[in-house]
């Protein structure tokens, strides 16, 4: 390009919003900064302007206001960000979204061995997340994919390295039968185990389903003390108050069959304690065939469920993992959609996901 200070022609001036970046609140004023640029015409016919470190191009404020606007971003809404620092809150949505396209592009997935698969509806209508979460390390959400259908989740292990695939021993979810056709056909060698959690959701439909039917054909009297005990009868006993234990044993006295399908679902809870697949093979037999006849079959569906999952079902016992961790970050998911009051962009609501539940919260981005 030849000696630049030759080729320099003319200066122009660049105007860069600056914002105090720690005593905001002090100040309160906007701070312009007007710099000198140097404009290059090359005899190679090259065309151009000095670079600055400390401005992006193409923007009217420098990194170092994007990184705290990032920040903001992150510990408060777009809109709160963009009131705050007297900015229209487009702006301050895409430099959030740049910093956290940025994240996902630069921080690589952690080590994982084992995982869990679980959804959560983001919208109304059905509308579900696809969300894989470490259940091992604390590292939080994986990944995060649109519905919850097979090739959802398979986008995720196409993403992985075969060596991150081999590393995965064992996978948590539910009897979701597309994500465990996806987990077969790229995780071969992984164990599926079905979430405990899950089977007791599974259990509590049976006895609620009792419970309704008890209600359309009890007498006004008794149909009105039943219907109100859901709760109760879906608690588990360990978390039962003094007002709990008193509803219960008014049950007993009046609706027998209620009570003992309650206690059916509280014996289940021993599967969970028992040390190997043999005695929880057992157990399960004995259990079913010491339901009464006459509640047995709102049960029978979920002890089929069980016979035809049983391979998911008894690899519990070796490695004892559930999808509890998944749970809890599912209620940070929806504490984050909730803030926003709902989000517009999916594809933006799955990087904040990343971000405040997943393996993005510890890395900063650099702009």
Known sequence: MGDIKNEIKKFYYCVAHIYPYFNYGKCGKTCYLIIS???LHCSCSYRGYEALDFVDSHQRQTTRFNEFLF??????????AASLMKIDWKHAYHTDRQGLEQLKASVPLPKMSFIGVDEIA???????????????????????????????????????????????????????????????????HADIVFDRFHLKKHLNRCLDNLRRAIVRHAPS??????KG???????????????????????????????????????????FTLSNKTEAKRFLKTWFEQIPETIRPYFRIFYNMLNRYLYGVLTYFTYHITNAVAEGLNNKIKVLKRMAYGYRDQAYFQLKILRKCGYLKQASPVF
């Open 71 to 80: 920040q903001l971003c992150d510990r408060m809404t777009v809109m709160d």
């Open 221 to 226: 009297t008794e149909k009105r003390f039943v």
């Open 229 to 271: 005990k859901r709760w109760v009868l879906l608690k588990n006993e360990n978390n039962h108050t003094t007002k709990d234990k008193k509803a219960l044993e008014q049950l007993k006295q009046i609706n027998s069959p209620l009570y003992e399908a309650y206690l059916i679902k509280e014996q289940f809870d021993r599967f």
């Open 122 to 188: 983001f919208e109304r209508h059905h509308r579900y997340f696809t969300i894989v979460y470490d259940l091992v390390d604390d590292n939080g959400t994986l990944y995060v994919g649109k519905d919850r259908t097979s090739e959802s989740l398979s986008a995720f292990f196409v993403s992985l390295t075969q060596a991150q695939r081999d590393s995965i021993q064992a996978v948590s979810m539910d009897m979701w039968d597309p994500y465990i056709r996806s987990v077969r056909r790229y995780l071969p």
């Open 37 to 39: 640029k140097g404009r």
